[in-house]
């Protein structure tokens, strides 16, 4: 615990378990231990990457005020699982008719000559929850082999180094799987139109075929006519001879 002369911050530092593509929050909370109102406002060093809630807040004396930071999802894991990004508390004395939307920049501006109070915070990443085992107790066939963490709950820069490596190593599978599902559905879609062009081909041949047969046998009946009439007019001839 931090203890100022006008708030205790619990915890001291913001622990994230650390896990890609989540959000993850964690939560601050801070006492008025004065017998005045104070002012408060949190800032960071990384503003796009966190959401505070609420930000800026008055606390009523002898009164706690519960505030939540959200990191954003992200999409890769740091190097060694270190995290760089701090935070920063301001406090001040209000007076009792000053409320969170009357908070602003000068009050917590210390050339102005106001006192303020401030209290830094670091962010450390964590291993997330294990889920529980369904082994029973005291066999260890079959159990998930686990990172080891330290006494204060953090994994070592090694471990953590094996971490990222784990979510790299699935990320990768991840893309692999799909690209692979795109080229079958690729090649099914390609296989497809062959077998539909064969049929289309197959079609127009048979038609060539049946206009074929048509000609060919047209062409001897128009012979067989025309040698029929020629026989008539030569016997009519013939007979009148």
């Known amino acids: 615990m931090s203890a100022g002369e006008l708030l205790d911050i619990e915890p001291q530092e913001l622990q994230f378990p650390f896990e890609l593509r989540k959000q993850i929050s964690c939560s601050l909370q801070l006492l008025n231990k004065t017998d005045n109102y104070v002012a408060f406002k949190v800032k960071?060093?990384?503003?796009?990457?966190?959401?505070?809630?609420?930000?800026?807040?008055?606390?009523?004396?002898?009164?706690?005020?519960?505030?939540?930071?959200?990191?954003?999802?992200?999409?890769?894991?740091?190097?060694?699982?270190?995290?760089?990004d701090k935070f920063l508390l301001q406090s001040v004395v209000?007076?009792?008719?000053?409320?969170?939307?009357?908070?602003?920049?000068?009050?917590?501006?210390?050339?102005?000559?106001?006192?303020?109070?401030?209290?830094?915070?670091?962010?450390?990443?964590?291993?997330?929850?294990?889920?529980?085992?369904?082994?029973?107790?005291?066999?260890?066939?079959?159990?998930?082999?686990?990172a080891p963490v330290s006494d204060n709950g953090h994994l070592h820069a090694s471990e953590h180094t094996a971490v990222s490596r784990n979510y790299v190593d699935t990320q990768e599978l991840e893309d692999n799987s799909s690209e692979a599902t795109a080229q079958i559905s690729k090649l099914t879609n390609e296989k497809n139109s062959v077998?539909?062009?064969n049929k289309k081909l197959q079609q127009e041949l048979e038609m060539l075929r049946h206009q074929s047969s048509g000609k060919s046998s047209g062409i001897p009946l128009v012979y067989i006519i025309l040698v029929g009439l020629v026989g008539l007019i030569l016997g009519y001839f013939i007979k009148r001879t």
């Open 195 to 197: 077998i539909q062009q």
């Open 94 to 146: 209000a007076s009792s008719e000053v409320s969170a939307k009357d908070i602003s920049p000068e009050m917590f501006n210390k050339e102005a000559g106001n006192q303020v109070e401030e209290c830094k915070l670091r962010v450390v990443y964590v291993a997330p929850p294990m889920p529980p085992s369904p082994v029973r107790e005291g066999s260890e066939e079959g159990s998930s082999p686990r």
């Open 44 to 84: 960071t060093t990384n503003p796009k990457k966190y959401c505070v809630r609420p930000n800026t807040g008055v606390i009523s004396p002898r009164s706690t005020c519960d505030v939540r930071v959200t990191m954003q999802a992200q999409m890769e894991a740091p190097a060694d699982m270190q995290c760089k």
